[in-house]
């Protein structure tokens, strides 16, 4: 067997990395000191989700309509299959676990179980391969190379590294690795937004990465194949993942900058004053254009028909929605 020696990775930081840490940096100031209303907000987050949810499902090759997946998340629907569930609830952990002061290997165990379970045998969900694959670690020495892992993420040297290469590090160990059997990526990159999260760089959970892995799926591989499990250097695949993240971050600052003056629109005419229920009737109608009475029960299943009837009122005497039809035809929309 291979001696392992403690996990202290290889890399540069290139002029190139510099320049995506820069462009991060500025774009995650605007997203985080940028004030919108609280209803954009609840919807970039809930956008974020579902493409991070889309893309999951894509990588496992189940392709779906992301207005069904929306319907799911919304709890308007029921998910059409498992795995939809599970990478659902998977997406939803990232808040979870990130409030913990320290990620460890029992945390992407946990990932893996909450997206493998019903789908694979219960021995197999959230367990390390027996086999061997080509050109990864072996079955035996999976466990010491993932402790080391999350051994130095919490360490000192970690700490000092800026989260964004740390991130990358992780994210790319991880896929030389291949701890499991199958959906290696996705745990790893629900882990990635986790390690950003706990190093103060959660984006308000406004971003979403797939995307990027899935339109660069040739170049993410050549990376991946590029680092060697025997002499690991990670310096093209950091800038690999800085470049992405920082072009997600920043169309993500520009779409908050666009939403921030929606919001000094909104303070100027006083709508800004929206109870919860009112911003989640905004929110509907947003995503799905009219909402009528049968809608009631599925978006307030514990509000009588007479009080979000009020917020209605509300929203029409405010201006901000418009109403046509009367009684149990009535129909609204945005104005």
Do not use: C
């Amino acid at each position: 067997m291979q001696e392992l020696i403690m996990f202290l990775p290889e890399y540069s930081i290139t002029s190139k990395t510099l320049k995506n840490i820069a462009i991060i940096e500025y774009g995650k100031a605007i997203i985080e000191n940028t004030t919108i209303l609280p209803s954009w907000e609840s919807q970039l987050k809930k956008e974020a989700s579902i493409r991070r949810i889309h893309g999951s499902l894509q990588i496992m090759g189940i392709n779906i309509e992301t207005q069904k997946i929306k319907e799911s998340v919304e709890n308007i629907t029921k998910p059409v299959n498992q795995e939809i569930s599970n990478t659902t609830k998977a997406v939803f952990l990232i808040d979870e676990i990130s409030k913990n002061n320290e990620i460890e290997e029992v945390d992407l165990k946990y990932i893996h179980k909450t997206l493998t379970e019903g789908i694979i045998p219960r021995i197999k969900q959230g367990s390390y391969r027996i086999n061997k694959m080509l050109g990864k670690t072996n079955p035996e020495e999976i466990l010491a190379h993932v402790v080391q892992l999350f051994d130095w993420n919490n360490s000192l040297d970690a700490k000092d590294t800026h989260p964004i290469v740390t991130s990358a590090i992780i994210k790319g160990y991880l896929e030389v690795v291949k701890p499991f059997e199958e959906l290696n990526d996705i745990s790893s990159n629900l882990l990635t937004y986790i390690v950003l999260k706990t190093s103060g760089y959660g984006f308000k959970n406004f971003i979403s990465l797939e995307g990027y892995f899935k339109n660069t799926k040739a170049e993410y591989e050549e990376q991946i194949n590029h680092l060697d499990l025997e002499e690991l250097d990670f310096t093209r695949f950091i800038e690999y993942f800085s470049e992405g993240l920082a072009s997600e971050v920043s169309t993500t600052s520009h779409n908050v900058k666009l939403l921030a003056k929606d919001t000094k629109i909104a303070k100027a005419t006083g709508r800004i004053r929206l109870t919860p229920r009112q911003e989640r009737i905004v929110e509907y109608l947003q995503d799905y254009g009219i909402m009528q009475n049968k809608d009631f029960p599925r978006l307030f299943p514990d509000i009588s028909e007479d009080t979000v009837l009020r917020d209605l009122k509300t929203l029409l005497d405010m201006d901000i929605i418009q109403k046509t039809g009367s009684t149990k035809s009535s129909r609204y929309q945005m104005k």
